[in-house]
Nanobody, 117 residues
Framework: QVQLVESRGGLVQPGGSLRLSCAASRSIRSIYSMGWFRQAPGKQRDLVAAITNDGSTNYTDSVKGRFTISRDNAKNMVYLQMNSLKPEDTAVYYC???????????WGQGTQVTVSS
């Protein structure tokens, strides 16, 4: 297991940008997958983006072309750059880590992102 701490989210106007950061408690170099999930009120927690330790990325369709996930193994950090934000991006965003494809998920505490004018 690895402890994850997300940066503070915030209130952003539609069309704006925000970068989320996630700090891991140990080296992420060997961690198979790091990702971001989000959960809107009354909805399930869904994958937003994930990046494996070979650099492969996966995005949910609704954020393709707007969000970019990256990982810095030297700093044990994962980032989510969110551009062209929409009100429907409003949710609590959670950092996620999975050491191997068979490992349980590790979660951060979540950070609120609100897109509103």
């Amino acid at each position: 297991q690895v402890q994850l701490v997300e940066s503070r989210g915030g209130l952003v106007q539609p069309g704006g940008s925000l970068r989320l950061s996630c700090a891991a408690s140990r080296s992420i170099r060997s961690i198979y997958s790091m990702g971001w999930f989000r959960q809107a009120p009354g909805k399930q927690r869904d994958l937003v983006a994930a990046i494996t330790n070979d650099g492969s990325t996966n995005y949910t369709d609704s954020v393709k072309g707007r969000f970019t996930i990256s990982r810095d193994n030297a700093k044990n950090m994962v980032y989510l750059q969110m551009n062209s934000l929409k009100p429907e991006d409003t949710a609590v965003y959670y950092c996620n880590a999975r050491a191997t494809i068979y490992s349980p998920n590790s979660w951060g505490q979540g950070t609120q992102v609100t897109v509103s004018s």
